[in-house]
């Protein structure tokens, strides 16, 4: 199993940033998805801010949600540059409930 996302921030242009529960940090584009279906809520900006972490993945508010496999084999993996952190958005896990 891959891991899962443990947090995330929106990023500009339709990307997230995003903490894997193994440690890595990756860029994930959204972007590609705006034409689809439910993810086209998310071509709105302020809406796409509006991503949480929850049960392994990244979610928005009307419940539009991205496979955690797809999130971590697409991402593209990188190394903080700086020392600022991302604003935690994740949930406990439902094990620690």
Known sequence: MNPRVKAVKARDNY???IIFSNGEVGIYDCSPLLNFGVFAELKDKVYFQQVRAAYGT???PHEQDICPDTLYLDSIKIKKIDNKPLH???TKSRASR
């Open 15 to 17: 990307k997230l940033e």
């Open 58 to 60: 990244v979610v928005w």
């Open 88 to 90: 935690w958005t994740g």
